[in-house]
């Protein structure tokens, strides 16, 4: 149930907006903290908590480190999502072949 952790992490929407920030590539706590109403350590924080959940994964760059989504980590939330969809779909599909299901109108 990795995808309880990450749904749990990315509820703050403070760590969600951090998160949304590596959705364009990696990026320093520096970068990240740009812009943001908390300090770059409550940034960091932040990232830590990311990186427990499984959604992000750190580099060293020369003196700093760099934050990126780990794709991995994604998948197991978008498995866990795309089973909603496909359980949607399949239900819609049901209704729609059931023999006593009303036909859509056509227009004219």
Same mark, same amino acid.
């Given at each position: 149930? +990795?995808? #309880?952790? &990450?749904?749990?992490? %990315?509820?703050?929407?403070?760590?969600?907006?951090?998160?949304?920030?590596? *959705?364009? !590539?990696?990026?320093?706590?520096?970068?990240?903290?740009?812009?943001?109403?908390?300090?770059?350590? +409550?940034?960091?924080?932040?990232?830590?908590?990311?990186?427990? +959940? #499984? %959604?992000?994964? =750190?580099?060293?760059?020369?003196?700093?480190?760099?934050?990126?989504?780990?794709? =991995? #980590?994604?998948?197991?939330? *978008?498995?866990?999502?795309? !089973?909603?969809? =496909?359980?949607?779909?399949? &239900?819609?599909?049901?209704?729609?072949? $059931?023999?006593?299901?009303?036909?859509? *109108? $056509? $227009?004219?």
């Amino acid at each position: 149930m +990795a995808y #309880g952790k &990450a749904l749990q992490c %990315l509820s703050d929407p403070t760590r969600r907006r951090v998160f949304e920030r590596l *959705r364009c !590539g990696p990026k320093s706590v520096g970068v990240l903290a740009t812009g943001l109403p908390v300090s770059r350590p +409550a940034v960091s924080q932040h990232l830590k908590t990311l990186k427990d +959940a #499984g %959604l992000v994964k =750190d580099r060293s760059e020369g003196t700093r480190r760099v934050y990126y989504i780990d794709p =991995d #980590g994604l998948g197991d939330l *978008r498995r866990w999502l795309d !089973g909603f969809w =496909d359980g949607a779909l399949e &239900a819609f599909k049901n209704e729609v072949e $059931k023999p006593d299901s009303p036909q859509p *109108r $056509k $227009k004219t």
